[in-house]
């Protein structure tokens, strides 16, 4: 599977983005998806996740009713919707396809995009 992110920008406090993933070869409707981020200076960290059918979501308290993940498995692209960023949202975003284990943990991805950068000015 291979995973390609886009959508990033610069925007307003306040503002919105939609990242989306497209990803190429027939297995990523079997995969779960995750979106990470990576703020300078920082280790990488769980966004938002979404189980293969999109049955169930999971997302970090710090984003948790800002922003919302989805899945097109028919289009294999994946989205992640944000509102009401914030300046600490700033990062670079990648979406990953979740190969078993923790949601939340990296070790659980089995294939990254190359990242998106996501700037939040305030």
């Known amino acids: 599977v291979q995973l390609q992110a886009s959508g990033g920008g610069l925007v307003q406090a306040g503002g919105s983005l939609r990242l989306s993933c497209a990803a190429s070869?027939?297995?990523?409707?079997?995969?779960?998806m995750g979106w990470f981020r990576q703020a300078p200076g920082k280790e990488r960290e769980f966004v938002a996740a979404?189980?293969?059918?999109?049955?169930?979501?999971y997302y970090a308290d710090s984003v948790q009713g800002r922003f919302t993940i989805s899945r097109d498995n028919a289009k294999n692209t994946g989205s992640l919707q944000m509102n009401s960023l914030k300046p600490e949202d700033t990062a670079v975003y990648y979406c990953?396809?979740?190969?078993?284990?923790?949601?939340?943990?990296?070790?659980?991805?089995?294939?990254w995009g190359q990242g998106t950068q996501v700037t939040v000015s305030s």
């Open positions: 990953a396809a979740h190969a078993g284990g923790s949601w939340n943990g990296e070790k659980s991805y089995a294939y």
């Open positions: 979404i189980t293969w059918r999109g049955g169930s979501t």
């Open positions: 070869g027939r297995t990523f409707s079997r995969y779960g």
